[in-house]
């Protein structure tokens, strides 16, 4: 649950965040609308990535939910390599979907049909778009503890999220769990010698799927980075290998009876086929 106001910096929100006024200090999540317009819009509607590089645009991550468009708000020209950002970084993020009822004529009041924009159609990997549901399991597998920028350019950006296990506020060697990677130039960039905080001699895959190249941190912790150019939306997320299905055959067994299979259905909504499961 979070509060939305139309706000242009989080001052505007102290009578419900100050603890010594009339409203006893109400505490809530408040819709990241200082962030959005700062640091979201931007990078990725203006082509300036270093502007992630501005981490107190908003709120704290304890009180912000970071977004990049809403019911209210048009969503960035590179809308996906931004969901790539929110869903990677701290915080709390949320992606807008309409469950697939409107279409690209149907959305806001200048059509007269309805006031609201139209939501992410992929949100549940419809339209043979599975990038958010990739990206959740990345950031429910990988992106936890702190956050620190490794690069800032206006073309490349890239982030690490690092277990801070000894409460010194550094990405120390050993410390490292998802290095995240951001290129909007349209072509294949590389950028060699990008610090983190990874052992040296870990081995790191790309989530996504979109680089095969596995990469191994050097003995100084860096690493040589490739992200491909994307249509101008390119991103990768490196992490040390998950445990792996074999080539062939079932990766688990079980004996016994077992019990039935429950099936059960996600529905599609108007423009999209529902998604039968078991």
Partial sequence: I???FFIGSIGETDYWRNPSDRNWGIQARYLDFPRKSQMIMAAFNNGNLAALDNISAGFSPEEGVIFAHSHDEDPPNKLELAYAYILTRVGTPVVYFT???LADNEDKEENGITWMRKGYDGA????NTGTIPNLIYIHNQFARGKEWTRWAEGDFFVHERYDDTNNNGQANSGEGL???ALND???DQTRNGI???FAPGTLLKDYTGRNPDTVTVGGDGKVNIRVPGWGGQGFVCYAPFNAQ???SGSPIT???SGVSAMPWVILGGRDAASKPRT
């Fill in 254 to 256: 079980f004996e016994g």
């Fill in 195 to 197: 610090q983190t905080s």
């Fill in 2 to 4: 979070y509060s939305e």
């Fill in 185 to 187: 130039s349209g072509s």
């Fill in 178 to 180: 998802l290095l995240v």
């Fill in 245 to 247: 299905a074999p080539a």
């Fill in 99 to 101: 469950g697939n009822n």
């Fill in 124 to 127: 549940l990997g419809d339209k």
